[in-house]
């Protein structure tokens, strides 16, 4: 197992997206003990984080307020690439229709405003990671019970030939 997959086991890999450069320090200073984090000031640059990253980040954060893309177009941008990732939305306006919008649009997992709580976004990120390692379980639950599927539809397709030509065998007879 590789150092990035078994890292990732153990603790929330988490890439912050916000262009305030004062969020993403706090931020990191509050859960670097705690979570690896990544920190993009821009969209170009959480995107090349990812692309290099990609197997080891199970949250990303965003902020909806940005010059040139907000966090639900962002989210809405890398969610077919990335798609077992949990997003979350930070903003520090109440926007009902952002929020509607970030659930349908972009799959949103939660929506939490600033100024964020500490305790409050540990324990939304622990909930968050948790829903992150019970998908991807049961993705490799589901694609180890296929596998077991098709080859005991092999044998079972083995066994039926095999009684098939006994029973030529035994009507030659």
């Known amino acids: 197992m590789t150092e990035a997959i078994k890292d990732q086991e153990n603790k929330a890999v988490i890439l912050y997206l916000d262009d305030e450069q004062e969020n993403l320090n706090s931020f990191k200073a509050a859960f670097r003990r705690d979570f690896k984090i ?15 990253e990609e197997r080891t980040i199970s949250i990303i954060l965003s ?15 890398i969610k077919e690439k990335y798609p077992e990732m949990i997003r979350v939305l930070v903003t520090g306006y109440s926007d009902i229709n952002v929020v509607i919008d970030a659930i349908n649009k972009s799959q949103v997992y939660k929506y ?17 990671f948790e829903v992150f390692t019970l998908r991807r379980e049961n993705k490799k639950l589901t694609e180890d019970l296929l596998t077991v599927n098709a080859q005991l539809e092999f044998m079972f397709r083995q066994k039926l030939l095999s009684l098939s030509s006994e029973d030529d065998s035994k009507s030659d007879e």
């Open 112 to 128: 939490i405003q600033k100024p964020w709580d500490v305790d409050y976004m540990r324990k939304l990120i622990e909930q968050a």
């Open 38 to 52: 990544y920190t993009a000031i821009n969209a170009e640059e959480a995107e090349k984080i990812l692309d290099k």
């Open 63 to 77: 902020d909806q307020r940005m010059p040139k893309v907000t966090g639900i177009e962002f989210f809405e941008k």
